[in-house]
């Protein structure tokens, strides 16, 4: 009854940029935390950033300065903007959002179905 859908994956070279979106749909009172995660091939999972509905972010070590996570809260929304990307950003993006169901009132841990993020060097 709920979803999350990641957009803006795709193909750059090393240096270059992309946006990152998700957009979570369906019977929803309120969402939070928000959050990215990765997962290189051969790889664990790992979290990138996070973001709560008041503003407040987190971001693993090896983004700060180069990934900026954002919130459009009135269009359930979350964005990541990667710039100065490194070969070792490739991997497949996730999207995780901690929401609270409208007509169940219970509350999911969501997953979206991921993007792939591949840099070049």
Same mark, same amino acid.
């Given at each position: 009854?709920?979803?999350?859908?990641?957009?803006? #994956?795709?193909?750059? +070279? !090393?240096? %270059?940029?992309? /946006?990152?979106?998700?957009?979570?749909?369906? @019977?929803?009172? &309120?969402? =939070?935390?928000? #959050?990215?995660?990765? +997962? !290189?091939? %051969?790889?664990? /999972?790992?979290?990138?950033?996070?973001?709560? @509905?008041?503003? &407040?972010? =987190?971001?693993?070590?090896?983004?700060?300065?180069?990934?900026?996570?954002? /919130?459009?809260?009135?269009?359930?929304?979350?964005?990541?903007?990667?710039?100065?990307?490194?070969?070792?950003?490739?991997?497949?993006?996730?999207?995780?959002?901690?929401?609270?169901?409208?007509?169940?009132?219970?509350?999911?841990?969501?997953?979206?179905?991921?993007?792939?993020?591949?840099?070049?060097?």
């Amino acid at each position: 009854q709920v979803q999350l859908v990641e957009s803006g #994956g795709g193909l750059v +070279q !090393a240096g %270059g940029s992309l /946006r990152l979106s998700c957009v979570a749909s369906g @019977s929803i009172f &309120s969402i =939070n935390p928000m #959050g990215w995660y990765r +997962q !290189a091939p %051969g790889k664990q /999972r790992e979290l990138v950033a996070t973001a709560t @509905s008041g503003g &407040s972010t =987190n971001y693993v070590d090896s983004v700060k300065g180069r990934f900026t996570i954002s /919130r459009d809260n009135a269009k359930n929304t979350m964005y990541l903007q990667m710039n100065s990307l490194k070969p070792e950003d490739t991997a497949v993006y996730y999207c995780n959002a901690g929401i609270w169901n409208s007509r169940t009132y219970r509350y999911l841990d969501v997953w979206g179905q991921g993007t792939l993020v591949t840099v070049s060097s």
